[in-house]
């Protein structure tokens, strides 16, 4: 990406950590971003039913944060397991065929990066990945993991073959298997039998823990992990393009409700000039927001310990 902007990205969200919070560099403009809910019910608690987009072409740049649910410290046993009673009707994929392999893409004795390659998938092809001298084709699957008291832990996936994205702190102690929970996509949505972003090139910088993306559709984006600790995983995005007719969500989640009690996001919140608002993750028709964060209150029988996820801090302008 041209005249990359990673100090004043620092500074437009330096304060960010807490909700709601956020400094701006006086040459950016804040933005927001239309919110739609695409969602529709199921009984199935392993189909992405829920499918909120992101719109607005002047967004150049914003954060995703990535939260643990505000009972996790209460939390007494969790629930992780897949639960496919009711999954009769899922659609079935296209089976393209592929060797499974895994390849470690990067090592430093802190940092890891793991790329997988799973006998089929839906999609024929997927991006391009490149981790300094290592490329590798038909990559269904990268992982971050980052050393914590001598091991190391998963913090951060992406899904190279449909853009594809899943985040959480690193797990409290007593829950070290703490569950993924809301998919999120960064770049130009668009659907190929679903939501996808088509990623042409995924680079991999794991010292700056940064990504560059290259989308089939033109344009390109930066999504940077700007910390992580037990509380939430911060990701800061700057985008370029592309502009196209009619305009393309810059991003999107994927997640699953049946109940407020068996779902990884049950309720939305949103901001707006006139105030803050939330309603239940179905009932959500569309706002101009200027953050919008998906959440659970409830104990949820499924996933119970995955994050929030949170959008916030849109910049329509970065200036020089």
């Known amino acids: 990406m041209k005249n990359r902007s990673w100090g004043l990205l620092a500074a437009l969200v330096l304060a960010s950590a807490l909700p709601g919070a956020g400094v701006r560099a006086a040459d950016a403009e804040p933005g927001t971003a239309w919110v739609e809910n695409h969602s529709e019910p199921t ?3 392993e189909f992405d039913n829920v499918y909120y987009t992101l719109t607005d072409q002047r ?29 009769e009707a899922m659609k079935d994929d296209p089976k393209n065929k592929f060797t499974p392999k895994q390849v ?15 006998a089929e998938s839906w999609r024929p ?13 038909d990559l ?3 992982q971050l993991f980052e050393k914590v008291d001598g091991k190391f832990i998963e913090y951060l996936v992406v899904y190279p073959f449909d853009g594809y994205w899943r985040a959480k702190p690193l797990p409290p102690e007593r829950f070290p298997d703490a569950a993924y929970g809301t998919s999120f996509l960064v770049g130009p949505v668009e659907t190929q039998h679903r939501p996808i972003v088509d990623i042409s090139r995924l680079e991999i910088d794991p010292k700056a823990k940064l990504f560059r993306m290259t989308f089939a559709r033109g344009g390109s984006a930066e999504l940077k992990v700007s910390s992580v600790d037990r509380s939430r995983v911060l990701l800061d995005v ?5 502009k196209v007719s009619p305009p393309a969500p810059f991003a999107a989640i994927r997640s ?3 109940s407020p009690t068996n779902a990884d996001a049950a309720r939305v919140n949103w901001r707006t000039t ?3 608002y939330n309603a239940p993750i179905m009932e959500f028709k569309g706002a101009n927001a200027s953050e919008v964060r998906f959440d659970r209150i409830e104990l949820s029988r499924h996933n119970t310990s995955a994050p929030d996820v949170t959008f916030r801090n849109f910049v329509t302008a970065l200036g020089k």
């Open 43 to 45: 009984d199935c608690a």
């Open 59 to 87: 967004v150049r740049a914003f954060q995703i944060d990535v939260s643990a649910p505000v009972y996790l410290n209460d939390l007494k046993t969790d629930d992780t397991a897949p639960n496919f009673a009711n999954c």
């Open 104 to 118: 470690t893409l990067y090592d430093d004795g802190e940092t890891r990066v793991v790329g997988h390659t799973y």
């Open 125 to 137: 092809k997927g991006a391009e990945v490149v981790v300094g001298e290592k490329a590798e084709r």
């Open 140 to 142: 269904h699957l990268v």
């Open 238 to 242: 700057l985008l370029e393009g592309p």
């Open 256 to 258: 699953m409700f049946v």
């Open 274 to 276: 006139a105030g803050l």
